[in-house]
Each structure stands twice: as C-alpha cells, then as structure tokens.
C-alpha cells in the first residue's frame, strides 16, 4: 500500500519562526488534506490541496502531485500553533480510505 | 452551520463489554468514515458508510461494526472489548464525488474510549 512520510518529526520554534512541513507520498493521489491536531484530539482542517498552491493568513501550503510530496509553510509561528500535523491522502486508483501521515509534532515557545 | 458531532466525549469499558459511538455529519454530507487514533500515532481508517452500506473496511477484525441510517447519521460499534482498542476514535464526513472526485473530510471532536 502507499506509504506516507512525514518530516521532520519533531520541531520546536521560538514565537515568531517560520517553518516548513514536508509529506511525502509513494503513489499518485487525487486527494490531499492537512490537518492541525490540537491537544484536545480535534483535527482541523487547514488546506484540501491535491495539486497547485493555497495561502490562508500565515500558513500555506503546495502540492507538486507529479513529484509526489506536499509542503505545508508556517510563517510567524505562535504558540497557539502548537500541536500535530498531519497530512492524509486517498489513492487516485477507486479507493475511498484515507491514508494518515506519520505527523509532524510541532511546539512553540514563547 | 454544524459541524461534525460526536458522542459521547469519554466512555470507560471493561474488556470483553460491548460499545456503541455515534456520530452526525456536516451538514450536507452523505458519507461517513470512522478512524480509530491510538496514542502517538496517525488515524487509522475502519470503514466508510455511504448509501446507508458498507463502502469500504480497512485492516479491523469483524468485531467492529457500523450502520448508517437514512438521515446519514452513523454508529461505530465494537464487541468482545480488548485492552488494545483504547484510543481515540474520530468520525469524518465528506460529501460524495465519485471514485475519482473531490471528497474532503471534516472531522469530529472524537470519543476518547479507555478499556480497562
């Protein structure tokens, strides 16, 4: 099955830092998704971006679906950004599952 | 607008007792996956509801169960509790598109279950 590779694993940031995330994903996908798990459990979404580039506020985030990886950009970092991030793909073959990442756990200091 | 909902919020089982979750999609959507969350790792899909069956399982044994009902609602249960199943599960709807389509998933708060 696909594998989806996150990095790095862990990352900590002073207030203020940007950051880049990186998935990486080992067959063609025809969805892509990141998410923000909060302390709390709760995935929020931040970007459905199966190809091309989003901005929202100070995250944005790229997709180049030929080269098979996903970046997710975090610019002036605060610490209520704080959590796991995970990206999470559905195989462009039928299927209807969603395939997690391994995450990104990311802590802001302030 | 509502989002996904989901409950209960904590339930505490012993092993070998029977569990019931439930959940309510967005509003507008017709499909419902279920992911269970072990601690420290990625979700991991169970199963997709779609037209009130069974679309989709993923790797879990037959003691995990669902229904969807025709208001697209949908419950998640599991038998014959292990130690193992504590974890969080999470519910995602999604509107269908197709096999090929767009299908973004919007996800509950989770019921956080601990089987002691």
């Known amino acids: 099955g696909i594998q989806v590779e996150q990095s790095p694993p862990d990352l900590i940031l002073q207030e203020g830092a940007n950051s880049t995330l990186r998935c990486n994903f080992s067959d063609s996908v025809n969805n892509l998704q990141w998410f923000h798990q909060n302390p709390w459990g709760q995935l929020i979404n931040l970007f459905y971006i199966p190809s091309g580039t989003?901005?929202?506020?100070?995250?944005?985030?790229?997709t180049v679906a030929t080269e098979r990886y996903s970046l997710l950009y975090i610019s002036s970092s605060q610490t209520t950004d704080s959590g796991v991030y995970f990206c999470a793909v559905r195989v462009a073959s039928g299927t209807y599952k969603y395939i997690f990442g391994t995450g990104t756990r990311l802590k802001v200091l302030a | 607008d509502a989002g996904v909902t989901q409950s209960p919020t904590h339930l505490i089982k012993t092993r070998g007792q029977q569990v019931t979750l439930r959940c309510?999609?967005?509003?507008?959507?017709?499909?419902v996956s279920w992911y269970q969350q072990a601690l420290g790792q990625g979700p991991q899909f169970i199963f997709q509801y779609y037209e009130e069956e069974e679309r989709q399982r993923g790797n879990f044994p037959d003691r995990f169960?669902?229904?969807?009902?025709?208001?697209?609602s949908s419950e998640l249960n599991v038998n014959a509790l292990l130690l193992g199943d504590s974890a969080l599960y999470l519910c995602a709807s999604s509107r269908f598109g197709?096999?090929?389509?767009r299908n973004e998933q919007f996800f509950g708060p989770g019921t956080r279950l601990t089987v002691l």
């Not at chain 2, 999609?25 to 017709?30: E, I, L």
């Not at chain 2, 197709?98 to 389509?101: F, H, K, S, Y």
């Open chain 2, 65 to 72: 169960s669902g229904h969807q009902f025709p208001n697209y």
């Open chain 2, 98 to 101: 197709g096999a090929g389509g």
């Open chain 1, 54 to 62: 989003k901005q929202n506020g100070r995250l944005s985030a790229t």
């Open chain 2, 24 to 31: 309510s999609p967005k509003s507008g959507h017709d499909t």
